[in-house]
């Protein structure tokens, strides 16, 4: 890849062998999310789709994780050409990223508005350095976020915390998100806690965790009745893993915690 190209898709494996993607932002000096970001984003997810590792990081480089969207990316669009927009950044990076059959990790370290985001709420799990600041700031242009923003804060926060921080375009930090139960951990050493979080996921059972996404996503989309009706048969598949036979005999002849696993 060229080191021009404003993101960065990176393969590397952990001890144990386990395939892990990082996909970062390198777009200086702000990580807009301009034409060319956005098209390098969605190659960058479409190959991790294509060929999915065991765990994926998704960060960035410089002062900011995103200075948000470039606005001559809105300007002069009709009515069908903004909604086309958004429908093809849903079915190009938000789907794409919740569909992953592997957990999915966002790094905030700085700064982090709009799509960037909207992008770490389709992510399993955000972590921040305690100096991080979100934002969905759209109503300076007379926008609402469209990537899945509001609707996704909903989930995690509530619906009044989402409209207040979409409503107001305020910026919140790293604490107050989570308090809100939007950030699920803050380090102060970043990268070596997003390191060691994608290792020890890429390392787990990745069958199962990719269980727990359906389980979930199906809790998302209907209620815990869907849920539970889905999840005889999606947990009922492990047990033709090799993961799962594997720490089953593991736990029975040594005990908890013992048990390695292939992804298989």
Request: contains cysteine; charged residues 20%; negative net charge.
């Amino acid at each position: 890849m060229s080191a021009t190209q404003p993101t960065r898709l990176i393969r590397d494996f952990t001890e144990a062998g386990a395939e892990i993607a990082t996909i970062t932002l390198a777009h200086p000096p702000l990580n807009l999310f301009d034409r060319q970001l956005i098209a390098s984003l969605i190659a960058d997810i479409a190959a991790v789709g294509k060929q999915p590792p065991r765990a994926l990081l998704i960060n960035a480089e410089g002062k900011v994780v995103s200075g948000g969207v470039d606005v001559n990316i809105f300007d002069g669009r009709s009515v069908e050409e903004g909604a086309q927009l958004w429908r093809d950044l849903f079915a190009q990076v938000i789907h794409p990223v919740e569909a992953l059959p592997c957990p999915v990790v966002f790094a905030a370290h700085g700064l982090t508005l709009t799509a960037a985001f909207e992008l770490s709420l389709a992510c399993d799990i955000i972590l921040a350095a305690p100096k991080a600041k979100f934002g969905l700031v759209e109503t300076v242009v007379g926008l609402t976020p469209s990537m899945g923003g509001p609707q996704r804060l909903a989930e995690r926060a509530g619906s009044g915390r989402a409209r207040e921080f979409v409503m107001t375009g305020d910026l919140y930090d790293a604490q107050t998100m989570a308090d809100w139960g939007v950030v699920n951990a803050i380090h102060d050493d970043l990268p070596t806690a997003a390191a060691q979080l994608v290792t020890r996921l890429a390392e787990g059972p990745t069958r199962a965790h990719a269980a727990t996404k359906q389980i979930i996503e199906a809790w998302r989309s209907g209620g815990v009745a869907h849920a539970d009706s889905v999840t005889p048969e999606v947990s009922g598949e492990l047990f033709d893993t090799a993961d799962l036979r594997g720490a089953v005999g593991s736990f029975l002849a040594v005990g908890p915690g013992k048990a390695t696993y292939r992804g298989e």
